[in-house]
């Protein structure tokens, strides 16, 4: 059987994503990564170079699967928002990534602040305003969408009886607060 370099590598990235979301990048190991993708240590640092190259390349990665899942609509921000919460409900594990990413390597790699740039630039066109007042609620939005994820169920949800429907409610919630966010922050008064 021949040996594909395609798949080798989209295993690697695959067991990566499961061993970065369970240990972050400090804890993490190239041994489990490699055993667990059927691969050698060697293909990981043929294909990536290092193992920060290889958590890059898992978080670009994975980040591109959900910006096909969710596309950016900037003319409907509430909307966005609540795609993407229902997404990262759906998998909660790049949640964690992006947490350990925060954790360990806070600053923005390159594509992640071109990433936030253009979607703040995107608003700011749609919505007649600055990049700057574009990125405030582009970031508030965020961190609407996000809450549920990073707070302690006990808090989110009291009554862990009836999971499901305060979920949606939270939803709802959400998408009327980005709602607010846009009439307050992006609409100019007239």
Not at 37 to 48: D, R, V
Not at 155 to 170: F, M, S, T, V
């Amino acid at each position: 059987m021949a040996y594909d370099s395609a798949a080798t590598r989209a295993r690697l990235l695959d067991a990566a994503f499961d061993e970065f979301v369970e240990r972050g990048l400090a804890g993490a190991r190239v041994d489990r990564i490699a055993a667990a993708a059927f691969a050698n240590k060697q293909a990981i640092y043929a294909y990536f170079g290092s193992k920060d190259a290889l958590f890059d390349a898992v978080l670009d990665a994975r980040l591109q699967v959900l910006a096909d899942l969710v596309p950016f609509t900037p003319h409907d921000l509430p909307g966005y928002i609540g795609a993407l919460f229902d997404q990262l409900m759906a998998d909660g594990r790049l949640v964690r990534l992006t947490q350990w990413k925060a954790l360990e390597r806070p600053d923005a790699a390159p594509a992640e602040l071109e990433a936030h740039l253009s979607k703040a630039g995107a608003l700011a066109a749609v919505h007649g305003t600055t990049v700057e007042r574009g990125m405030d609620a582009l970031m508030a939005a965020l961190g609407a969408g996000l809450a549920w994820s990073t707070t302690a169920p006990g808090i989110r949800n009291p009554d862990a009886g009836a999971e499901k429907a305060r979920l949606q409610r939270h939803r709802a919630a959400i998408v009327t607060s980005v709602a607010a966010i846009v009439d307050a922050l992006l609409t100019e008064p007239s």
